[in-house]
């Protein structure tokens, strides 16, 4: 299964966009590189994923490198809402359940107002 | 509302009791799992299921059992076996994997754990 590297943590002023990185080298050609963010004690909230085209929607934009070894996440007008754990993630294949998500320890976004 | 329901929210227990935590859904999902958390650490999975009637262990499974009955039901009974029993436990759902879906998974509020 392809691991991702994450910072643990990132700072972003409000107002301001905020770009997460994120590193999976041996990702593979049928892999999909999700996002999701868990704010404090809450579920883990789906934002976005994406094969090898950019994508966007209401919450964000996903840029995928083209060889795919690499991604960001863009919050384009962070807020204070918006402080969380992002966790990028590369699907993986288990056992036949190909929905298993491998969680890390995601990369700790805070807002400053 | 469509969503994913966990009970209880907060839950006490002595050690070497067993306990089980309820998840419930109505999204008609066909997949359902449980993860648990640690404080400072990602979700790990504990059990899975595809369908009624089957499930499948994930990377922490002893200690732990599950039942799926029903569809919109996927109980996690965590056992006095189970060393560490003390973490956030989450219970999620998707539809299942197709060529056309990727199968997001939505989850509940989740579960806290704290065995004295």
């Known amino acids: 299964d392809a691991k991702t590297t994450q910072p643990p943590s990132m700072d972003c002023a409000e107002g301001r966009a905020a770009n997460l990185p994120c590193n999976h080298s041996?990702?593979?050609?049928?892999?999909?590189v999700y996002w999701y963010r868990q704010i404090h004690s809450q579920g883990p909230q789906y934002i976005i994923h994406?094969?090898?085209n950019n994508e966007t929607n209401e919450m964000a934009s996903l840029i995928i490198t083209e060889d795919r070894k690499s991604s960001t996440l863009i919050l384009p007008h962070a807020t204070l809402r918006d402080t969380a754990v992002y966790y990028c993630i590369v699907r993986a294949n288990y056992g036949g359940a190909t929905n298993k998500l491998i969680f890390g320890t995601g990369t700790l976004l805070a807002v400053q107002p | 509302d469509g969503g994913i329901t966990q009970s209880p929210k907060y839950l006490f227990r002595k050690e070497g009791q067993n306990v089980t935590l309820s998840c419930e859904q109505n999204?008609?999902?066909?997949?359902m799992y449980w993860y648990r958390q640690d404080p400072g650490q990602g979700l790990r999975l504990i059990y899975y299921s595809q369908i009624v009637n089957d499930f499948q262990k994930g990377d922490i499974a002893e200690g732990y059992s599950v039942s799926r009955e029903k569809k919109e039901s996927f109980p996690l009974t965590v056992t006095s076996a189970q060393k560490n029993p003390t973490a956030f436990y989450l219970c999620?759902?998707?539809?299942?994997?197709?060529?056309?879906?990727?199968?997001?998974?939505?989850f509940g509020e989740g579960s806290r754990l704290t065995v004295l």
């Open positions: 994406g094969l090898k």
């Open positions: 041996t990702i593979s050609g049928n892999e999909y």
């Open positions: 999620a759902s998707s539809i299942w994997d197709t060529p056309i879906n990727t199968g997001e998974l939505f």
């Open positions: 999204l008609n999902h066909d997949a």
